[in-house]
Nanobody, 123 residues
Framework: QVQLVESGGGLVESGGSLILSCAAS????????MGWFRQAPGKEREFVTS????????YYASSVKGRFTISRDNAKNTVYLQMNSLKPEDTAVYYC????????????????WGQGTQVTVSS
């Protein structure tokens, strides 16, 4: 069973940057797509970005396109989320997830989730 552990969250000022990491256990990490979601207080979990198994294809929500970058290192079983030009509305718990299908924007397209890491952007 794959397990995912996120890290790298924290408090940052508006306009700042953070890098989130998601480490996966297991030997088949390179076989599947990965995604990042986020959930703000009182809101539903929303899609942020996804990456295919090789890292060559990526897909972003319009709200983060041009500011966030997803990448992966299959040798390290890790997926990353580089977040630049952060805004207060980016404040949320960020989750990585193992994809059933690449490019899925719904939570039903993912079958393993990490515990989440808090990102807070101050204005």
């Amino acid at each position: 069973q794959v397990q995912l552990v996120e890290s790298g969250g924290g408090l940052v000022e508006s306009g700042g940057s953070l890098i989130l990491s998601c480490a996966a256990s297991g030997r088949t990490f390179s076989n599947y797509a990965m995604g990042w979601f986020r959930q703000a207080p009182g809101k539903e979990r929303e899609f942020v970005t996804s990456i295919n198994w090789s890292g060559k294809d990526t897909y972003y929500a319009s709200s983060v396109k041009g500011r966030f970058t997803i990448s992966r290192d299959n040798a390290k079983n890790t997926v990353y989320l580089q977040m630049n030009s952060l805004k207060p509305e980016d404040t949320a718990v960020y989750y990585c997830a193992k994809g059933v299908l690449y490019g899925a924007a719904a939570t039903t397209g993912y079958n393993v989730w990490g515990q989440g890491t808090q990102v807070t952007v101050s204005s």
